[in-house]
């Protein structure tokens, strides 16, 4: 691609003294060629490019390409010739966004006799004629009922499928469209290069992981899954897809937001997909061009490893969510009646090592566990985009076998010298036939100032509130945790 070809801004950036220069006129409808490339963002929104014929006289030209989605963003328009060789001036540019419909024809038949297909169950089909009183079509509003004259009579319903004589008109619209007025200063053949943002496309990763049915070394597919709900379909699209958070500016106040559609689900798998980093993000590339046609869901496999070593770990965070606000909190039963749930978690590495080693995006990570030959559900979770050796944790659920309770066991407050002290026991039971370690995590955050100044086991500081410990419980057994925090302000 020549970088210093000319950019072709499509405004009205051309002063009036090119108009009156101009000479000959010609008109040209085009809707694009085949293979047309998108990149989908994580950010429910696309780049779409297109390659248009143009065929221009010597003069000015109207153009009109129909090939465009129904949500396009007409501000972010640019066509380009990519050879830089033929020295065009656009002149204006015009999107056109309002195909007919139903309600829109009735509207253009308002007060003329339309011909109604009436369908009635254990009855031949017939033809009635009507005559519209009102569409019930409101430029801009909530459509109202309409009104029909059958008979000599009104109904405010259509009385049955309105059949509509042949569209003539060139001004009524089937699907959206841009038009261009380009003034040549001569004839010219050459394949224009246009690209625009749209809303309604986006895509999203999901990963499926499955354990043996012991052991902890598992297999791991994930695919990436592509929504179009754009209104238009792509042939045999380049398709690219970018990974990261890329800024786009908050459209200003009261500016029309486009809402997307459920689609049902389908599927087409291709072979690997190519990833690579691109500026401060990741871009996958799909190894051949696929069709994407509107409202479909396809997916596509992206990633396959097997043998993943997986390492199983449990919480017991008995304050879950507590944080400090700068307050002091003084009330003697805060966090007196916590969790007693032992959250599970698988873990592993995302490196070389690990049989991975590639950079996830984010998505939902589903684990399975086999039993005998079938699979069964064991729990799923939300990633972030995981770059390469970056360990990646996924809450499984609470396990059933495993208990922590947590009980106060003293607490002294002195107001007159701004201290207290608290003690804890917190007691950790395993049902289960297996040993198992369990991560403790504990919330001081009365005050910002503490010390522990008596432990059982040792604690590591997680944050300046937040403190941690690994303990061992036996199979069908307990171990018990005891501290004394120092609190002063």
Same mark, same amino acid.
């Given at each position: 691609?020549?970088?210093?070809?000319?950019?072709?801004?499509?405004?009205?950036?051309?002063?009036?003294?090119?108009?009156?220069?101009?000479?000959?006129?010609?008109?040209?409808?085009?809707?694009?060629?085949?293979?047309?490339?998108?990149?989908?963002?994580?950010?429910?929104?696309?780049?779409?490019?297109?390659?248009?014929?143009?065929?221009?006289?010597?003069?000015?030209?109207?153009?009109?390409? *129909?090939?465009?989605?129904?949500?396009?963003? !007409?501000? &972010?328009?640019? +066509?380009? $010739?990519?050879? #830089?060789? @033929?020295?065009?001036?656009?002149?204006?540019?015009?999107?056109?966004?309002?195909?007919?419909?139903?309600?829109?024809?009735?509207?253009?038949?308002?007060?003329?006799?339309?011909?109604?297909?009436?369908?009635?169950?254990?009855?031949?089909?017939?033809?009635?004629?009507?005559?519209?009183?009102?569409?019930?079509?409101?430029?801009?509003?909530?459509?109202?009922?309409?009104?029909?004259?059958?008979?000599?009579?009104?109904?405010?319903?259509?009385?049955?499928?309105?059949?509509?004589?042949?569209?003539?008109?060139?001004?009524?619209?089937?699907?959206?469209?841009?038009?261009?007025?380009?003034?040549?200063?001569?004839?010219?053949?050459?394949?224009?290069?246009?690209?625009?943002?749209?809303?309604?496309?986006?895509? *999203?990763?999901?990963?499926?992981?499955?354990? !043996?049915? &012991?052991?902890? +070394?598992? $297999?791991?597919? #994930?695919? @990436?899954?592509?929504?179009?709900?754009?209104?238009?379909?792509?042939?045999?699209?380049?398709?690219?897809?970018?990974?990261?958070?890329?800024?786009?500016?908050?459209?200003?106040?009261?500016?029309?937001?486009?809402?997307?559609?459920?689609?049902?689900?389908?599927?087409?798998?291709?072979?690997?997909?190519?990833?690579?980093?691109?500026?401060?993000?990741?871009?996958?590339?799909?190894?051949?061009?696929?069709?994407?046609?509107?409202?479909?869901?396809?997916?596509?496999?992206?990633?396959?490893?097997?043998?993943?070593?997986?390492?199983?770990?449990?919480?017991?965070?008995?304050?879950?969510?507590?944080?400090?606000?700068?307050?002091?909190?003084?009330?003697?039963?805060?966090?007196?009646?916590?969790?007693?749930?032992?959250?599970?978690?698988?873990?592993?590495?995302?490196?070389?090592?690990?049989?991975?080693?590639?950079?996830?995006?984010?998505?939902?990570?589903?684990?399975?566990?086999?039993?005998?030959?079938?699979?069964?559900?064991?729990?799923?979770?939300?990633?972030?985009?995981?770059?390469?050796?970056?360990?990646?944790?996924?809450?499984?659920?609470?396990?059933?076998?495993?208990?922590?309770?947590?009980?106060?066991?003293?607490?002294?407050?002195?107001?007159?010298?701004?201290?207290?002290?608290?003690?804890?026991?917190?007691?950790?039971?395993?049902?289960?036939?297996?040993?198992?370690?369990?991560?403790?995590?504990?919330?001081?955050?009365?005050?910002?100032?503490?010390?522990?100044?008596?432990?059982?086991?040792?604690?590591?500081?997680?944050?300046?509130?937040?403190?941690?410990?690994?303990?061992?419980?036996?199979?069908?057994?307990?171990?018990?945790?005891?501290?004394?925090?120092?609190?002063?302000?």
């Amino acid at each position: 691609m020549n970088h210093s070809s000319r950019f072709l801004s499509l405004c009205l950036c051309r002063p009036a003294r090119v108009a009156a220069a101009m000479a000959g006129f010609a008109m040209l409808t085009i809707s694009g060629l085949a293979h047309p490339g998108l990149t989908i963002y994580n950010g429910r929104f696309a780049v779409v490019r297109d390659s248009v014929p143009l065929e221009l006289k010597a003069g000015e030209n109207s153009i009109r390409y *129909s090939g465009a989605t129904a949500s396009l963003d !007409p501000s &972010t328009v640019i +066509l380009r $010739d990519p050879s #830089g060789k @033929v020295p065009l001036s656009i002149l204006e540019q015009n999107y056109q966004n309002d195909p007919v419909n139903q309600l829109t024809l009735l509207d253009r038949y308002e007060g003329q006799v339309l011909s109604f297909l009436v369908h009635e169950a254990q009855k031949a089909d017939r033809v009635v004629e009507g005559k519209i009183i009102r569409s019930g079509y409101v430029p801009g509003g909530q459509s109202v009922e309409p009104m029909i004259e059958v008979d000599g009579k009104i109904v405010f319903e259509l009385p049955g499928r309105p059949l509509f004589p042949a569209v003539k008109d060139e001004g009524v619209l089937l699907k959206p469209v841009l038009s261009w007025k380009i003034q040549s200063p001569e004839a010219a053949s050459l394949q224009a290069e246009l690209a625009y943002l749209t809303q309604g496309l986006e895509w *999203s990763a999901s990963y499926n992981l499955v354990l !043996p049915e &012991t052991g902890e +070394l598992a $297999d791991m597919n #994930g695919w @990436v899954t592509m929504n179009n709900h754009s209104g238009k379909q792509f042939d045999s699209a380049h398709i690219k897809l970018l990974a990261g958070d890329v800024h786009r500016a908050e459209p200003p106040p009261g500016a029309p937001q486009m809402l997307a559609m459920m689609a049902r689900a389908k599927s087409d798998s291709l072979p690997e997909v190519s990833e690579k980093t691109f500026d401060d993000f990741h871009l996958y590339t799909l190894p051949r061009p696929t069709t994407l046609r509107d409202q479909e869901t396809k997916q596509v496999e992206f990633a396959r490893a097997a043998g993943i070593p997986t390492k199983r770990t449990y919480l017991y965070d008995p304050l879950l969510g507590a944080q400090f606000f700068g307050q002091i909190i003084i009330e003697s039963n805060w966090g007196a009646s916590p969790s007693k749930k032992v959250e599970s978690r698988l873990e592993f590495t995302n490196s070389e090592a690990s049989k991975l080693g590639i950079a996830l995006p984010a998505g939902v990570l589903r684990v399975y566990r086999k039993d005998g030959e079938q699979l069964e559900f064991v729990g799923e979770d939300r990633l972030d985009h995981t770059p390469r050796n970056e360990k990646v944790q996924v809450k499984l659920g609470n396990a059933f076998d495993l208990v922590g309770e947590r009980k106060r066991t003293d607490f002294q407050l002195d107001n007159a010298r701004k201290m207290m002290d608290e003690s804890f026991e917190i007691r950790l039971r395993n049902q289960g036939k297996n040993a198992v370690e369990i991560r403790v995590v504990e919330h001081l955050v009365r005050t910002a100032n503490w010390k522990l100044t008596a432990k059982s086991q040792e604690f590591q500081p997680l944050d300046s509130h937040t403190v941690e410990c690994v303990v061992p419980v036996p199979a069908e057994g307990e171990t018990v945790v005891t501290y004394t925090v120092h609190y002063t302000w």
